[in-house]
């Protein structure tokens, strides 16, 4: 497609297409053709496609190289956006084949966010539709066989198709349109002073960008940016995510820097997650893991609650949760003591479950949160020997919503 003369073609056969079955006016055949097209409405689409009637500036359901599919991720814990560059950690093997067809490939790889973390093999229906596309960088084997791989993030797309068949995700794309870049001087001036106070109190390094930060005149950017280094709920950010308006999007980013505030962690959640710490440096481990921390939520008030709730025998709790970290530790272990440094999933647990206690409107984040987002590492021994007393992440929830009833 050149020109709007041409989409305004596409509008009057589809209206005398439709005549028989429909009575359908000129101007509804312009605002259906519209989003047929991937854009809001027909006065937006005149206007991209007048801007330069020799380069089509709408993005419809392409995929370069004439590629129907691409390799895909699942993204369990967090919400990628366009500019960031991330650490992934590699475990499923339906992933491990999608990285290996990326990097046999142009080392590009759909990022599907799922809607529930706990989800181990998800389908089109467990994904939100919005995603990005990222490129892979470099790769790295760690320990227990998991893969950390860098991801540059490019740009948001459409997910149409999600399959996991033959041992490997992939998912089929479509390019989405956010429109031209709006002036915005005040918005962008008053945001940026705005996260700068955000950052400030909760400890928020400014990352580099190019051009710098408080130089971004893209407000969609900026707005992308900014949410990046919030401490937000995952369908929070990806509301974000999928807020294609350049302006709005940023708009949006203002009031949630306004808004979220994650309750503080209890007295009690902060003597049990230095506990934790203690058990790894009691056995001189350089990583304090998941079995670490639910072995000292075996003495938070909270946690305990939710667990005798759950009919968890903390006996047997216990002596699985010790057996496991003295044998099948080891390899963490140190010829001198250390100061141990929580792992990768003791920090998501714990930034999840301050977002899980901000959602549940709870005055403070405790051991009960914690053990509710304990669930999303579904393959970890800290889950599985939850698991086998038949304890699920709903009972834990609803533990934490009888809880909040009562004190209401």
Same mark, same amino acid.
């Given at each position: 497609?050149?020109?709007?003369?041409?989409?305004?073609?596409?509008?009057?056969?589809?209206?005398?297409?439709?005549?028989?079955?429909?009575?359908?006016?000129?101007?509804?055949?312009?605002?259906?053709?519209?989003?047929?097209?991937?854009?809001?409405?027909?006065?937006?689409?005149?206007?991209?496609?007048?801007?330069?009637?020799?380069?089509?500036?709408?993005?419809? #359901?392409?995929?370069?190289?004439?590629?129907?599919?691409?390799?895909?991720?699942?993204?369990?814990?967090?919400?990628?956006?366009?500019?960031?560059?991330?650490?992934?950690?590699?475990?499923?093997?339906?992933?491990?084949?999608?990285?290996?067809?990326?990097?046999?490939?142009?080392?590009?790889?759909? !990022?599907?966010?799922?809607?529930?973390?706990?989800?181990?093999?998800?389908?089109?229906?467990?994904?939100?539709?919005?995603?990005?596309?990222g490129r892979l960088m470099e790769v790295e084997r760690l320990p227990d066989d998991i893969l950390k791989v860098f991801v540059q993030?490019?740009?948001?797309?459409?997910?149409?198709?999600?399959?996991?068949?033959?041992?490997?995700?992939?998912?089929?794309?479509?390019?989405?349109?956010?429109?031209?870049?709006?002036?915005?001087?005040?918005?962008?001036?008053?945001?940026?002073?705005?996260?700068?106070?955000? #950052? +400030?109190?909760?400890?928020?390094?400014?990352?580099?960008?190019?051009?710098?930060?408080?130089?971004?005149?893209?407000?969609?950017?900026?707005?992308?940016?900014?949410?990046?280094?919030?401490?937000?709920?995952?369908?929070?950010?990806?509301?974000?995510?999928?807020?294609?308006?350049?302006?709005?999007?940023?708009?949006?980013?203002?009031?949630?820097?306004?808004?979220?505030?994650?309750?503080?962690?209890?007295?009690?959640? #902060?003597?049990?997650?230095?506990?934790?710490?203690?058990?790894?440096?009691?056995?001189?481990?350089?990583?304090?893991?998941?079995?670490?921390?639910?072995?000292?939520?075996?003495?938070?008030?909270?946690?305990?609650?939710?667990?005798?709730?759950?009919?968890?025998?903390?006996?047997?709790?216990?002596?699985?949760?010790?057996?496991?970290?003295?044998?099948? !530790?080891?390899?963490?272990?140190?010829?001198?003591?250390?100061?141990?440094?929580?792992?990768? +999933?003791?920090?998501?647990?714990?930034?999840?479950?301050?977002?899980?206690?901000?959602?549940?409107?709870?005055?403070?984040?405790?051991?009960?949160?914690? !053990?509710?987002?304990?669930?999303?590492?579904?393959?970890?021994?800290?889950?599985?020997?939850?698991?086998?007393?038949?304890?699920?992440?709903?009972?834990?929830?609803?533990?934490?919503?009888?809880?909040?009833?009562?004190?209401?």
């Amino acid at each position: 497609m050149r020109d709007f003369r041409e989409a305004k073609s596409m509008a009057h056969t589809l209206r005398e297409s439709l005549t028989d079955r429909l009575a359908i006016s000129h101007s509804d055949s312009l605002e259906l053709v519209s989003r047929m097209l991937g854009v809001a409405d027909w006065n937006t689409l005149a206007a991209l496609l007048k801007d330069d009637p020799r380069s089509p500036t709408v993005a419809v #359901a392409g995929h370069p190289e004439g590629a129907t599919f691409y390799p895909a991720i699942p993204i369990r814990d967090f919400v990628p956006f366009p500019t960031m560059t991330f650490p992934l950690f590699i475990g499923r093997e339906k992933t491990r084949q999608a990285l290996e067809a990326a990097f046999a490939g142009a080392r590009e790889v759909v !990022l599907a966010v799922q809607k529930d973390a706990a989800v181990d093999d998800p389908t089109l229906d467990d994904l939100h539709e919005i995603g990005t596309l990222g490129r892979l960088m470099e790769v790295e084997r760690l320990p227990d066989d998991i893969l950390k791989v860098f991801v540059q993030v490019q740009r948001r797309v459409a997910i149409g198709r999600f399959v996991g068949e033959h041992g490997t995700y992939r998912a089929e794309i479509a390019a989405v349109a956010e429109g031209r870049i709006p002036e915005a001087p005040d918005l962008i001036r008053q945001a940026v002073e705005r996260f700068k106070e955000y #950052a +400030a109190t909760r400890d928020i390094r400014e990352v580099a960008t190019v051009p710098p930060f408080d130089r971004i005149r893209d407000p969609g950017r900026l707005a992308d940016v900014i949410v990046s280094q919030m401490v937000l709920p995952l369908r929070s950010k990806q509301a974000v995510l999928a807020t294609l308006d350049p302006l709005y999007r940023l708009q949006q980013v203002y009031a949630l820097m306004d808004s979220a505030v994650a309750p503080e962690r209890s007295a009690e959640l #902060a003597a049990t997650l230095e506990r934790a710490l203690a058990h790894a440096r009691q056995r001189r481990h350089g990583t304090a893991t998941l079995e670490h921390l639910l072995l000292a939520m075996t003495d938070d008030a909270d946690a305990t609650s939710a667990m005798h709730h759950c009919g968890i025998d903390l006996g047997i709790l216990r002596e699985s949760l010790i057996g496991y970290i003295d044998t099948g !530790l080891k390899h963490l272990s140190t010829e001198r003591e250390t100061d141990p440094q929580p792992s990768t +999933a003791f920090q998501r647990v714990t930034q999840r479950a301050g977002m899980q206690a901000w959602e549940m409107h709870c005055a403070a984040t405790s051991g009960a949160e914690i !053990l509710a987002s304990l669930f999303a590492e579904a393959r970890s021994p800290a889950v599985q020997v939850l698991v086998q007393q038949h304890m699920t992440q709903k009972h834990a929830l609803d533990f934490i919503v009888q809880r909040q009833m009562k004190r209401r």
